[in-house]
């Protein structure tokens, strides 16, 4: 095998491990969005279409899986006119949000499926933004390496750009939906 040769495999391994360590990072400091209970509330809808009950499933779930700092902020704790806490406190206001969160049923289908694992849905939605930003650096230097021996350098700059590190961070269907489109174009 030539030198060359090896820098690359180097190059290639020590950007994914790199990679992986900003991956985990960005699982354990996520950014909470507003959208995951909506996404949340449509997974539950398996288990049962009763809005109370609905409600209380997803609400008691962030309740212990999130810190009381962000169950505030999603819940608008702070500003109770709004919209944040009418659907915390009545659950018909907040089942008619749903409608919104369903038009993306592979997402959904992803929370349902990896929650049935029995890490549960707030660590799915988390799970699945931090895989998707992994696997979308994984393709970014599949293609840079086409064109370039920068190419670990190259897409480190790409994925550590703050529009890309978002991706990785929310608790919203943006990063599988990124990772599609860029699969769907190569």
């Not at 979308?136 to 550590?160: D, E, Q, R, Y």
């Amino acid at each position: 095998m030539t030198t060359r040769t090896w820098l690359k495999r180097i190059g290639a391994g020590s950007y994914l491990l790199v990679l992986a360590l900003v991956t985990i990072h960005f699982y354990r400091t996520p950014i909470w969005i507003l959208d995951m209970l909506g996404y949340m509330g449509n997974v539950r809808l398996h288990d049962t279409t009763e809005a109370v009950k609905l409600h209380d499933l997803v609400y008691d779930e962030l309740r212990s899986s999130v810190p009381p700092t962000a169950f505030d902020n999603l819940t608008g704790a702070h500003d109770q006119n709004g919209s944040e806490h009418d659907r915390l406190v009545n659950p018909f206001h907040y089942v008619e949000f749903l409608p919104f969160f369903a038009i993306r049923p592979m997402y959904n289908q992803t929370i349902y499926l990896l929650s049935r694992t029995g890490i549960g849905l707030v660590r799915s939605v988390r799970l699945i933004s931090a895989v998707c930003y992994w696997l979308l650096g994984v393709l970014v230097l599949i293609w840079l390496g086409k064109h370039t021996p920068l190419s670990p350098a190259l897409a480190l700059l790409i994925m550590l750009m703050p529009h890309i590190t978002f991706l990785g961070r929310q608790t919203a269907s943006d990063a599988l939906s990124v990772l599609l489109v860029c699969f769907r174009c190569s």
